[in-house]
DNA sequence: TTCTATTTGTTGATTAGTAAACAGATTTCA
DNA sequence: TGAAATCTGTTTACTAATCAACAAATAGAA
């Protein structure tokens, strides 16, 4: 049964209250804002933040559970994606859709990822980003490496790559988003093949 | 008596209108606009336009109304100020400040005064607000010139300076408001003063 | 010219937001 | 420590916008 859709003023006053927390956030961290601030910046009526949200921790909570929810959404239209060709020779120096799908998400929710990632932002926020990182990850090599094979734990080797995605995300969104959503996929990957080392010119083989 | 302050949503509603109707100008004119299309665009209720306009052709009508409005508050208050500051010996070299508070409203109204002023906008707009300039300009012209020492009729000169003006206001949103406001109007009453032959290099004296 | 698609202008019941007020809690300042 | 200022959470009656539907008008296509 589909959800029902949600009339217009709730999406637009949502709205108007998130983009005020983003910029807020940014200003002066989400600990010193107050709601409010928050309704002030928004130009809505204070009672009307308390229609949608219990307090600010409220706010935080239902922003950042959409961003995931969202790239839960992401995650599993990617692997879709994959199935539906029907191609699973595809090399694993190749970008996962799923990464290029992220760095589009990351596009279109900018100012919000680049606060809630930035020294104003939320630290839990990232940690759990990076879980996220690496449960897509573990699940896409377990389908492909052979542990026995392998110079090191799985489980660390999963750290390494999603803790560099993760930092290769943040400078991404600190320069405005220089490069696009393919090159940014193009080159992790690329990185994440052939090692830092390698691509950095310093080993050939 | 002071007016009362308009309710939060209907400030909102006309201006997501009022944007959507710029961005539609710009795009396709006002002939090919469709209220549907405003009301798309502004992602409201397509009763709710009828609430606040009767028609496409009034919400034109209201939002230039409006420009003009700001406008003639603009005037009186530059007014006020040069007779407040109780100095009448400002040079005629300097701009006018209602020159500069001119600029800064255009800068504040930039995408609307852009468009409007621009190929898909109303060419009867131009006329109104060149006359408004001329009106201006007559007025403070008055007050400092004995027409048995002028070259032309004073109404000639105040059509060659106001449409100078014009079109200068055109180049300048047309470049995306290059130069500040105080620059700009600098630049106009230097050209003003000593002749646009002069400020080109071409005459000394 | 006729048919189809789109737009217009309006309507009514409902939803959502609103202004303003209130009492209590918290923060700031002297 | 106490006073003042600010913020919070809630409330109520009202306003504004909403969804969806309708009939008529207009525009576009065949």
Redesign the pocket.
Known sequence: MEKKKM????V??RRLIRDAFTGLMEEKGFEAI???DLTEKAD?????F???YK??YDLLEQSEGEIFEELDRIGEEAWKAVNQNYTNDLQVEQPLPFVIKLFEFLEENFEFMKVILGPNGNPSFQVRLKEFIKKKMLYKFSNFMNEENMVIPLDYLVAYVSSAHLGVIQCWLESGMDRSPQEMAHMLSQTTFWGPAHVAGLRKN
């Open positions: 009339d217009r003023p709730i637009r006053t107050t709601v409010s809505i009526n204070r009672g009307t308390y229609l949608h307090d600010k």
